[in-house]
């Protein structure tokens, strides 16, 4: 049976799996502070805000209403790009403390918890549950899809991006604690597993793939990086504003095509939205 988890008070948040809210052995604690930092100006963060929110906005206008869970939320910047209307209720949750601090300073509006989606599941249930770039952090990434698929409402939806292709395995997969990257065979192959069905699949850092896969083959040859070192973890996320201008232009194409129904065959990264049961 499925464990259903009890929160207690820690640091004025409410943490159902304090455990693990400081051990930040899947994700570096600096990370926090520099995703905070750059949020607004990644092209990369802001194409992926931009098409999830679209994809968030379609599922709620299909159920009328919808409560959202944001498993993995990190500093809550996500939150900022979704519609605050009463049908749409959001809460985020956060492995790790330092995330939480962030997030809830940027959205004092929004509910935020402490929750590792491996234990066990909530008290209460969901129409929307969102993963974004979080399941390559877990070890036990079926658990945690399973109580996904348990915290769901029966109409409800997963939806899910992850990083793609093993072959582009480089130094900062390493240095952001990255378990996996998923092949698209192997995420489908476990949230059928778990009981989903994929009603959507593409992939995303579709056009700009070529560069990408240059950049992994670069980032081989440097020197190791040692884990959470701050300073090689930025220089390999961030770009000047021209740069981050120019290629976020391009990502509008990406998404442009994933709303017209194609499912891009190859990309950084993979988007599945999967219901809990079949349309």
């Known amino acids: 049976m499925t464990r259903r988890l009890t929160p207690k008070q820690v640091q004025g948040i409410q943490c159902y799996s304090a455990d693990s809210a400081e051990d930040y052995l899947d994700y570096p604690d600096s990370g926090f502070a520099l995703t905070d ?14 098409l999830f929110s679209w994809l968030v906005h379609r599922e709620r206008d299909r159920l ?12 809550g910047e996500f939150a900022q790009h979704l519609d605050k209307a009463a049908t749409l209720q959001i809460t985020g949750s956060e492995i790790y403390l330092s995330g939480l601090k962030f997030a809830t300073e940027r959205q004092p509006d ?21 993963a974004f770039d979080v399941f390559e952090h877990i070890d036990q990434d079926v658990e945690g899809m399973r109580n996904v698929h348990e915290m769901l409402t029966p109409d409800g939806v997963f939806i899910v991006s992850v990083p793609q292709h093993q072959f582009l395995w480089s130094q900062l997969d390493e240095i952001v604690f990255h378990k996996r990257r998923y092949s698209r065979s192997e995420l ?28 992994r083959l670069l980032d081989r040859a440097k020197p190791a990086a ?33 709303k017209m129904g194609i499912s891009l065959p190859f990309g950084g990264t993979l988007v599945v939205v999967a219901r809990k049961t079949a349309p």
């Open 188 to 215: 489908l192959g476990k949230l059928r597993q778990t009981g989903f069905t994929p009603v959507l699949t593409s992939s995303h850092c579709f056009v700009l793939f070529p560069m990408m896969y240059l950049s």
């Open 226 to 258: 040692p884990k959470e070192d701050a300073d090689a973890l930025s220089d390999r996320v961030q770009f000047s504003p021209i740069v981050n201008w120019i290629l976020n232009k391009i990502m509008y194409l990406d998404e442009a095509l994933i």
């Open 37 to 50: 930092e750059y949020v607004e100006t990644s092209f990369w963060v802001r194409s992926r805000n931009r």
């Open 110 to 130: 929004v509910d935020f918890i402490q929750y590792d989606v491996t234990e066990g599941i909530l008290d209460q249930t969901y129409d929307i549950i969102t």
């Open 64 to 75: 009328g209403s919808a409560r959202l869970l944001d498993v993995g939320c990190g500093t």
